[in-house]
């Protein structure tokens, strides 16, 4: 099997980026709150919870990408067929040169949504999965590269967790993590600080892949290769 349903059969639900991420990034975070380009996420799944997009899609017919930053939901989110977008930059790029360039530099064959994510002190996500459509009762929907969720700048009393065994993600300033989304999970900031994550959504590369087997093998040892077949 694969690392993805080798996740899923033994409930896996999330994998360290054995990455260093520069401290530039939560400076750059922090420009974009004061620059004031975040937009409510999401209205209904929590209270405090915004997004702004460095990379996104426009319609067709509009010149520059740079005017995407406010699209962070997926084209049909905002009232876009698929095949009439396009994606780049956006002006946000302008604010954040050293996370761009991260990114640039970071595995991929090809970016949609890459956002800066703002959870306000007190402020709360509620529980939910991020499956679409929901999975089925074998987890078939469940998939840990669907998305890489990096902290910035993670407070004190702050936490992401699942919802049925209460675990939470290991975060720390300037780490990032596979994560399973289509787990049940919630999160609070308890802190009297703004907590800054990144979501990568975007195609995996040869090199992104062989970037994940070395996580498995730094949280479960050689051994766990045995049992991929990648």
Not at 35 to 50: L, Q, T
Not at 176 to 197: I, K, L, M, Q, T
Request: aromatic share 12%; hydrophobic share 30%.
């Amino acid at each position: 099997m694969d690392i993805i349903e080798w996740c899923r059969e033994n409930d896996v639900w999330y994998l360290q980026l054995p990455l260093e991420i520069p401290e530039e990034c939560i400076k750059e975070a922090q420009r974009v709150y004061e620059e004031g380009f975040f937009v409510e996420h999401r209205y209904g799944d929590g209270d405090g919870w915004c997004s702004a997009s460095i990379h996104s899609f426009v319609h067709k017919s509009v010149r520059s990408t740079k005017s995407g930053w406010q699209h962070t939901k997926n084209p049909d989110g905002h009232g876009f067929k698929e095949e009439n977008v396009k994606w780049g930059w956006t002006e946000i790029a302008d604010y954040a040169p050293e996370t761009k360039r991260w990114l640039e530099d970071f595995p991929h064959n090809h970016y949609r949504r890459l956002r800066f994510m703002l959870l306000k002190p007190e402020g709360r996500i509620e529980q939910h999965h991020d499956s679409n459509p929901p999975r089925d009762a074998r987890g078939a929907r469940r998939n840990i590269s669907s998305a890489i969720n990096l902290a910035f700048y993670q407070p004190e009393n702050c936490y992401l967790r699942r919802c049925d065994t209460k675990e939470e993600l290991p975060f720390k300033n300037c780490t990032g993590f596979w994560f399973d989304n289509g787990v049940e999970h919630e999160a609070y900031n308890a802190s009297d600080e703004n907590r800054y994550h990144f979501i990568v959504h975007g195609g995996n590369n040869k090199e992104r892949k062989e970037l994940m087997k070395k996580a498995l093998v730094e949280r479960f040892g050689r051994d766990v290769l045995k049992e991929i077949d990648e």
